[in-house]
């Protein structure tokens, strides 16, 4: 017997980041394509989830999660978000930022609204648009500054345009939105009347000196903004499913409402891990943003010796290349091609746009151990640009 699926999932197919990744493994290469950071989970993290095992904490939660870890995120949102925020009422604890920006958009938005997208974007965050029957709009922003301009965001606005999604740092360019931009969303939007969800999972992951601005803290933007957060990348858990949304009580409300009746609660014991991580000393943040600003340098710097010239990020894990040059039809054939010559896997830049600008560049991922990456850079040398 087969059953037709959904009018929903049609047309909907893994990413090019699962292909990539098979074939990768496929070949005993080493895989830079996917998103998956590999430093340690901090201590305190691993021992207050087992503690809490142990302790009997394995039943459902309150759908919005226990109170200890919401008070802990208010006070870590005062002190690094320049957020004031209510524990009771205004953080929802979810499945993992995903789960989070899933019921953020079943809870405010009906099938056939508009939401802006800002390209380069997050894969799944366009799934999550579509798999929700809503209509993806797009701002595409130029490489290599990656700059919100607003005549180009009020251009993308159309009659049926609920809202915007973006994250910041980006995955993929690693740019981080400046005040002056953030303060365009905030005119932008409200003229609109747009709900706003940002996605700010890579916060804690910085360089240069650049520092994440949270777009809630920024004009009016609290009233119409979701923040949406997680611990996966922060605590290098991305396996524990364990994020968050930061709204007004009134949105907070609607999205507890979709998170009960999608998730029910996340994991109980884990949520006791995150709440004894964020007690962490302000040392923790400053290494891990170290040990990424050395990591990227690694990369980079073999990518512009053996010609893939980076567009250095300002956040985040991730970094675009270029690869117009090289002798390939698409970004697609480039990342193989890339694959079958030196081993490594990266992720073809069309999976971040819609229109051509992606075909230009491949983006690598170097949340990876320093002598994994000093090993790929060896390898990249097999190309002789
Ligand atoms: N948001 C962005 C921009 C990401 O890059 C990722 C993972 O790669 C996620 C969300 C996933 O977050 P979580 O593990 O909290 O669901």
């Given at each position: 017997m087969t059953f037709q699926t959904s009018n929903r999932i049609a047309?909907?197919?893994?990413?090019d980041i699962r292909l990539m990744t098979r074939h990768c493994e496929r070949i005993g290469g080493i895989n830079l394509g996917q998103g998956i950071g590999d430093l340690p989970t901090p201590p305190l993290v691993r021992e207050g989830a087992i503690k809490a095992i142990l302790g009997g904490h394995n039943t459902y939660t309150p759908s919005e999660g226990i109170l200890a870890l919401r008070i802990a995120i208010a006070e870590k949102l005062q002190r690094d978000n320049a957020l004031n925020v209510d524990p009771e009422k205004e953080i929802i604890i979810s499945s993992g930022t995903t789960g989070a920006f899933a019921a953020t958009l079943t809870a405010f938005l009906n099938p056939g609204d508009g939401v802006l997208l800002l390209e380069p974007y997050y894969g799944y965050h366009l799934n999550t648009i579509l798999l929700s029957a809503l209509e993806p709009q797009y701002v595409t922003l130029k490489a290599p500054e990656f700059s919100l301009n607003e005549e180009s965001l009020r251009a993308a606005i159309r009659p049926n345009t609920r809202a915007l999604v973006f994250c910041t740092p980006s995955n993929p360019s690693g740019k981080i939105f400046s005040k002056n931009e953030l303060s365009i969303v905030d005119r932008v939007a409200k003229e609109h009347n747009l709900l706003v969800i940002s996605d700010e999972i890579y916060e804690y992951i910085t360089y240069d000196g650049h520092k994440h601005i949270s777009?809630?803290?920024?004009?009016?933007?609290s009233e119409r903004t979701v923040s949406i957060m997680g611990f996966s990348k922060t605590f290098s858990i991305?396996?524990?499913r364990v994020g968050y949304a930061v709204a007004k009580a009134s949105l907070a409300n609607s999205i507890n409402l979709v998170n009960d009746l999608l998730y029910v609660c996340a994991p109980a014991p884990l949520q006791h891990g995150v709440t004894a991580g964020?007690?962490?000393?302000p040392e923790y943040f400053q290494e891990l943003r170290n040990a990424y600003q050395r990591k990227r340098d690694i990369l980079c710097d073999g990518l512009e010796a053996v010609g893939l010239t980076p567009l250095i990020p300002q956040g985040a894990y991730y970094v675009l290349a270029n690869?117009?040059?090289?002798?390939?039809?698409n970004a697609k054939a480039a990342a193989l091609g890339l694959l079958e010559r030196t081993g490594i896997a990266s992720i073809p830049?069309?999976?971040?746009?819609?229109?051509?600008?992606?075909?230009g560049l491949i983006r690598f991922c170097f949340a990876k151990e320093d002598s994994v990456l000093r090993d790929a850079v060896e390898r990249l040398r097999k190309l002789n640009l």
């Open positions: 047309g909907l197919q893994p990413s777009p809630a803290s920024v004009g009016e933007l991305t396996g524990w964020l007690k962490a000393a690869i117009a040059h090289l002798d390939y039809p830049g069309s999976a971040f746009y819609q229109g051509s600008e992606g075909e």
